[in-house]
């Protein structure tokens, strides 16, 4: 409890990724969202490691919302998401609007969002890329408070970004609160 959770890259390579597939992506979105897939989650997880990372997830195939799932194992925990806080590739916003996600992120939405409380503010568009199916995404850390700025110092010299996307709550409903 008090872990901030951090997010090492933006979300949205699935849904980029079918947009291209389909024709119905922008060329250079696409080359975004393959600029960020080729970076590779080692130095961001030695920096998570040294600062006394609690747990730790790449996002993948199951999308945030299932990656997380699979770290919240304490039924005493739960994660608090900031909304607004989330990172999103470039296009991906665009994209969820008209719809294009791989048939991943369906199933990812059908599993895991019985473990989710959506506050009104969140859009549907959002809800739904929470849910997409990634390919070579980042990393999920909860960190300890005491670690955070060692954290940052770290990837910072490594030119990474990072997103502090959230905190590790008690838990008093759902394992998963999304926040406007």
Same mark, same amino acid.
């Given at each position: 409890?008090?872990?901030?959770? =951090?997010?090492?890259?933006?979300?949205?390579?699935?849904?980029?990724?079918?947009?291209?597939?389909?024709?119905?992506?922008?060329?250079?979105?696409?080359?975004?969202?393959?600029?960020?897939?080729?970076?590779?989650?080692?130095?961001?997880?030695?920096?998570?490691?040294? #600062?006394?990372?609690?747990?730790?997830?790449?996002?993948?195939?199951?999308? $945030? =919302?299932?990656?997380?799932?699979?770290?919240?194992?304490?039924?005493?925990?739960?994660?608090?998401?900031?909304?607004?806080? $989330?990172?999103?590739?470039?296009? #991906?916003?665009?994209?969820?609007?008209?719809? =294009?996600?791989?048939?991943?992120?369906?199933?990812?939405?059908?599993?895991?969002?019985?473990?989710?409380?959506?506050?009104?503010?969140?859009?549907?568009?959002?809800?739904?890329?929470?849910?997409?199916?990634?390919?070579?995404?980042?990393?999920?850390?909860?960190?300890?408070?005491?670690?955070?700025?060692?954290?940052?110092?770290?990837?910072?010299?490594?030119?990474?970004?990072?997103?502090?996307?959230?905190?590790?709550?008690?838990?008093?409903?759902?394992?998963?609160? =999304?926040?406007?």
């Amino acid at each position: 409890v008090g872990d901030h959770l =951090i997010l090492t890259k933006p979300l949205g390579t699935g849904i980029i990724a079918t947009a291209g597939k389909n024709d119905q992506g922008d060329a250079a979105d696409l080359a975004a969202a393959i600029e960020w897939m080729s970076l590779l989650n080692a130095q961001a997880s030695s920096a998570a490691l040294s #600062a006394g990372a609690h747990a730790m997830t790449d996002v993948t195939g199951f999308g $945030l =919302i299932g990656h997380a799932s699979e770290m919240l194992r304490d039924e005493t925990i739960a994660f608090e998401i900031q909304a607004r806080s $989330l990172p999103l590739m470039q296009g #991906a916003e665009r994209y969820a609007r008209q719809g =294009i996600f791989p048939g991943g992120s369906a199933e990812n939405r059908a599993m895991y969002e019985p473990a989710v409380d959506f506050d009104d503010g969140v859009s549907p568009e959002l809800r739904m890329l929470l849910f997409d199916a990634q390919t070579s995404g980042g990393l999920l850390i909860a960190v300890p408070e005491a670690g955070v700025t060692l954290f940052k110092q770290a990837l910072e010299s490594a030119k990474q970004d990072l997103w502090q996307i959230g905190r590790v709550i008690l838990r008093s409903g759902k394992p998963i609160h =999304i926040l406007p």
